[in-house]
């Protein structure tokens, strides 16, 4: 494909920072605590993320610097790659911690292979959408042979357990589904599979039960299974308007589980109050706004499913991030993409967002 080259979209990678920014300045704030008691080191958890954030950065730019349609040859070594990666997790290789095993050790840091996943998935389905968007409204030609390794994936990450992630590699995949064209009837029947499957997931699993029981009446159980969304309730309604002041939070002293990863968003609003929610939910609105863009100017069709499914991907994981630690859906364990701390999340979000300033390159509607 030869096009014109030109500029990357300077709003999405300008958002991008401004979103990095805060997640940085949030990590060291509703870490400082719980570093210095277990690693008698405060910026302990903050200097890890500052080196992804570097490494993320580098990929960023990296990417986004040759023509995107070279990724197409990556598409099957990629999903293979990450589907491997997904089952060395139950190896000996796999790193255990609150009850799952989701991280592979590398060294002194763990990595995350349902993250890769993430992006792997959206490149893979860009890659076979395309060859298959003449027979994408027939079941059996078109939308069966992607569910099934759309499945698989998802069987794949639930397996660790983590239901949250398959969650949003399952919307993503509906998503990309849904703009190739399929059949609404098609879309209809995946969507009823889809909530069948989640439902089985909460039986099968107590505490994914106790999850949707607590999210009901969080204040009926404020001991046990409501405390996390109690505690997070508590960070955002003490933050009012303008917040109780940077690093001044309360519940980063041990009283909200999880305070610099899933549930920061909680810490955030604490500090900075319904203003500082306010300019990060504009921000990822802004971002969804410029990454829809990108793929609706994209001059093919690879570009126009790829970036559609990368930002689909990190908005709405941001979306249930903060539904969650709103008390608006059951707690899930996934982070906050730019700003929960986590290494390989963060690498790979800002790798997805190299993908897009390069999509966004050639684009047809400047």
């Given at each position: ?20 920014g ?6 060291f ?5 719980t ?9 302990y ?16 730019i ?21 589907m491997l ?11 255990g ?18 993250e ?8 893979f ?6 060859t ?13 042979p992607?569910?099934?390794v759309?499945?698989?994936?998802c069987?794949?990450?639930l ?10 590699i ?14 609404w ?5 995946i969507?009823l ?7 089985a ?32 309730l508590?960070a955002?309604?003490?933050g009012g ?6 690093g001044?939070?309360r ?16 810490i955030?609003?604490e ?7 306010a ?5 990822f ?16 069709t ?5 970036a559609a ?42 790798s997805?967002?190299?993908?897009l ?5 050639f684009?047809?509607?400047?």
């Amino acid at each position: 494909m030869r096009l014109k080259k030109g500029p990357p979209d300077f709003i999405l990678f300008l958002a991008t920072l401004a979103l990095l920014g805060v997640g940085l300045v949030m990590v060291f704030s509703s870490s400082s605590i719980t570093a210095d008691v277990e690693q008698h080191n405060t910026f302990y958890y903050f200097k890890k993320q500052l080196q992804w954030a570097f490494l993320g950065l580098l990929s960023m730019i990296i990417i986004m610097k040759f023509n995107y349609a070279k990724l197409k040859k990556l598409a099957l070594p990629a999903i293979l790659v990450a589907m491997l990666c997904l089952i060395l997790v139950h190896t000996p290789l796999g790193i255990g911690a609150g009850g799952s095993t989701r991280w592979l050790g590398i060294g002194t840091y763990g990595f995350s292979p349902s993250e890769l996943a993430k992006i792997c998935m959206a490149l893979f389905l860009a890659k076979i959408l395309e060859t298959k968007m003449d027979e994408i409204r027939s079941f059996k030609n078109g939308v069966l042979p992607i569910m099934a390794v759309l499945a698989l994936i998802c069987g794949l990450v639930l397996a660790q357990p983590d239901l949250g992630t398959s969650f949003v590699i399952a919307g993503t995949g509906f998503f990309m589904l849904m703009v190739a064209g399929a059949r609404w009837s098609h879309l209809g029947g995946i969507s009823l599979a889809g909530a069948s499957t989640v439902a089985a997931a909460i039986i099968a699993a107590p505490y994914r039960f106790q999850r949707v029981v607590a999210f009901w009446d969080p204040w009926k159980y404020p001991k046990d299974i409501g405390f996390q969304t109690i505690q997070s309730l508590y960070a955002l309604g003490s933050g009012g308007l303008f917040g109780m002041g940077l690093g001044r939070s309360r519940q980063k002293y041990f009283y909200l589980p999880e305070q610099h990863t899933d549930f920061i968003f909680a810490i955030l609003g604490e500090e900075l109050g319904f203003i500082g929610v306010a300019l990060v939910i504009s921000l990822f609105l802004l971002f969804a706004w410029r990454g829809y863009k990108i793929a609706m100017n994209a001059p093919d069709t690879f570009g126009h499913l790829l970036a559609a499914g990368i930002t689909t991907s990190i908005v709405f994981q941001a979306a249930i991030n903060i539904g969650v630690v709103a008390g608006c859906l059951p707690v899930t364990g996934i982070t906050l993409p730019f700003i929960s701390y986590g290494g390989s999340s963060l690498f790979i979000t800002l790798s997805g967002v190299g993908i897009l300033l390069n999509i966004s390159r050639f684009s047809t509607g400047r």
